[in-house]
């Protein structure tokens, strides 16, 4: 079986100041986990995703996370949060060894105060 | 342009009456998932499809039916809807390279469904 828990529904930064986005996960596999972004009104687009390789993945837009497999944590940060960031964000994992199903958190929306 | 179509993207119907959401996708990709999303649930996975004539259940298959037949096309069946089936539905692809579940999964813009 495979969870990921979201710990923030929502979170407030001010334009220029770091984010942080907290996942934790949980899966009787190796995990792939990734990070989806959805604008207002719009579809999902992969942020980044990490599968076995570096620990350290870098995305699109500035964003990173982390695989720590020790915490069970994949959370996304960026240094300095711009306007155009405010979004929801969504961590997501699915499984190897055949496990085909893919499992998504409850999402987090990101609020960027001028 | 490569690209994941879903139609209709507005859809009003009422309890008990038939309606089907198509997906289509022109990237050749194998694997190819419905979505529901929930406020305050994230996204769950009602079906997904390996490949042609191949299906399985996801999370919350109760109240859908899926087929696919040709590779491109990944309609959405809803045989007797009912008031909770009212939700934003999402078609996905991805590529499936092996492992599948590395593949970056690519999302039409959405179907937003009200049964009354």
């Known amino acids: 079986a495979q969870s990921v828990t979201q710990l923030d529904s929502h979170v407030s930064v001010s334009e220029g100041t770091p984010v942080l986005l907290r996942c934790n996960y949980s899966s009787s596999y190796s995990p792939s986990l990734f990070w989806y972004v959805q604008h207002p009104n719009k579809g999902l687009q992969l942020l980044l995703k990490?599968?076995?390789?570096?620990?350290l993945v870098k995305g699109i837009n500035g964003f990173e996370a982390e695989f720590k497999k020790s915490e069970t944590s994949f959370h996304l940060t960026k240094p300095s949060a711009h306007m155009s960031d405010a979004a929801e964000y969504f961590c997501v994992v699915s499984g190897l060894g055949g496990y085909q199903k893919v499992t998504f958190g409850t999402g987090t929306k990101l609020q960027v105060i001028p | 342009e490569a690209q994941v179509t879903q139609n209709p993207r507005y859809l009003i119907t009422v309890t008990g009456k038939k309606l089907t959401v198509t997906c289509s996708q022109n990237m050749n990709h194998e694997y190819m998932s419905w979505y529901r999303q929930d406020p305050g649930l994230g996204l769950r996975q009602i079906y997904y499809?390996?490949?042609?004539?191949?299906?399985d259940k996801g999370d919350v298959p109760e109240g859908y039916k899926v087929s696919r037949k040709e590779k491109r096309n990944f309609p959405l069946i809803l045989e007797s809807p009912s008031p909770n089936q009212t939700s934003l539905y999402f078609c996905?692809?991805?590529?499936?390279?092996?492992?599948?579940?590395?593949?970056?999964?690519?999302f039409g813009p959405g179907t937003r469904l009200t049964v009354l």
């Open positions: 990490y599968t076995s390789a570096a620990t």
């Open positions: 499809s390996m490949n042609v004539e191949v299906t």
């Open positions: 996905a692809s991805s590529l499936k390279v092996a492992p599948v579940s590395t593949d970056t999964q690519y």
